[in-house]
C-alpha cells in the first residue's frame, strides 16, 4: 500500500469542494436568470429581446481567441498533473 501523502489529499478535498461550489453556484445564477426571463410581464418581454440581441451580435473573435486561451491553459495544467502522477 503506498503511503498516505496529505498535500494529495488536501488537494483532491479542495478540488472536490471548489467543484461542487462550481456546480452549486452556477445551477443557482441559471435558475434565477430562466426565473426572471419567464412571463408576459411587458418588461420581461423587453428584457428577453435584449438579451436575445445581445446574444445575436456577440464579436466572435475576441470570444473565440479567449476560449482558445482557456482550452491552452487547461491543456498545460492537465498535462502537468498527468506528469505529476506519472512521476509521482
Known sequence: MAEFDLFVFFR??????????TLLAGAGTIWRVTRALRGDDPRNRLLRLYLSYQLASVRLRPLSGELLMIAVWALALCSIWWLHTRIG
Open 12 to 21: 483532491t478535498t479542495l478540488f472536490m469542494f471548489l467543484a461542487i461550489y
